[in-house]
């Protein structure tokens, strides 16, 4: 079992930052990949970054150049630093790891409401 705690969340502006977290019980090292996913109302869940155990990331079109993924080996901690909100980024964002070993179980953190307003 892994338990993935989230924070960083609320409310901002249009044009505004937020920077989620989200720490991992265990090594993550013990991870094949960490990321992030978004759920919008109404809408399924969609990949919005992700980082895998070589440190390569992987970002959804509509974030690239303004999302970036992070990690703190020391910490077990994931980051997205979220820049230049939009409205349309309006979701409750849910961390996400990969295990390593076979059968590559993934977890999911609880979800932090992300509300950009306009």
């Known amino acids: 079992q892994v338990q993935l705690a989230e924070s960083g969340g609320g409310l901002v502006q249009d044009g505004g930052s937020l920077r989620l977290s989200c720490a991992a019980s265990?090594?993550?090292?013990?991870?094949?990949?960490m990321g992030w996913y978004l759920q919008a109302p109404g809408k399924q869940r969609e990949l919005v970054a992700t980082?895998?155990?070589?440190?390569?990331?992987n970002y959804d079109d509509f974030v690239k150049g303004r999302f970036t993924i992070s990690r703190d080996n020391v910490k077990n901690t994931v980051y997205l630093q979220m820049n230049s909100l939009k409205p349309e980024n309006t979701a409750v964002y849910y961390c996400?790891?990969?295990?390593?070993?076979?059968?590559?179980?993934?977890?999911w953190g609880q979800g932090t409401q992300v509300t950009v307003s306009s």
């Open positions: 996400y790891v990969v295990v390593a070993t076979l059968p590559r179980y993934t977890y």
């Open positions: 265990r090594s993550i090292f013990s991870f094949n990949a």
């Open positions: 980082i895998t155990s070589g440190g390569s990331t």
